[in-house]
């Protein structure tokens, strides 16, 4: 069964060729040009990945997204924007977006990050347990801080799994990027700094467990340093 994704865009010219090239490279394509109805779609259709558009006509992207999170959305979100700044890249991530495209884009390399989140999205849990005050929820959509249930994105999560299987070990860019976003190359973006400080913002008290090793990368804080 091929894989759905929900697509919220409202250029109709572009939804057009989406859903066609899509369809051919495997995917089930759900189709939306207004954001109400888009994110009824995307409560209902429980997608591997979504493609959604920042500039909607009746509502900003970035708040239907916010919206979905909070209703339980767990499915991976590359957003598409115009908005070029890097400040307008940070907000989007930090509404819930996984990954990003500025228009216009190669339909090649839109393909190339969607099949990178739904591979990342759909990959095995890791058995990880807890350590220090940090237990990974059994679902997948979160994590215990302190006993208390912190949800995060599919990114966070898969972030913070890395982090917690190899605790004590310092963690590249590269490393990074390849195991939590699937790219083999560095697409130059501080898309990694961002979902960092993100994890750091959602476990609180427990943020300084995660550790920047400055010109080398991040860790999880090592047991004997507890």
């Known amino acids: 069964m091929p894989a759905v994704v929900v697509l919220i865009e409202d250029n109709a010219r572009l939804v057009a060729s989406l859903e066609r090239g899509l369809s051919e490279d495997g995917f089930e394509v759900r189709s939306a040009r207004e954001g109400i109805i888009g994110l009824q779609l995307l409560l209902d259709s429980n997608p591997a990945a979504v493609i959604l558009d920042i500039g909607l006509p009746d509502t900003d992207g970035l708040t239907l997204l916010r919206d979905a999170r909070e209703r339980g959305l767990w499915a991976p979100v590359l957003l598409l924007t115009a908005r070029d ?22 339909y090649a390399e839109l393909l190339a ?9 759909q ?14 929820a059994s679902d997948r959509q979160g994590v215990f801080v302190q006993g208390k249930l912190v949800l995060l994105s599919p990114r966070e999560r898969a972030l913070l799994e890395l982090l917690m299987s190899k605790r004590g070990e310092v963690l ?8 939590v976003f699937g790219y083999h190359f560095d697409p130059g973006t501080n898309v990694i700094d961002v979902h960092v400080a993100h994890l750091r913002r959602k476990l609180g008290d427990a943020a300084g467990l995660v550790q920047t090793i400055r010109g080398l990368g991040y860790r999880l804080k090592p047991s004997d340093e507890l």
């Open 172 to 179: 590249g860019r590269l490393q990074i990027l390849e195991d």
């Open 85 to 106: 700044p890097v400040e307008a890249r940070v907000e989007g991530l930090e509404a819930g977006a996984d990954d990003y495209l500025v228009k216009p884009f190669a």
């Open 113 to 121: 990050r969607l099949r990178a989140l739904v591979r990342r999205a």
């Open 123 to 136: 990959r095995p849990w890791r058995e990880l347990g807890a350590f220090a005050d940090l237990a990974l």
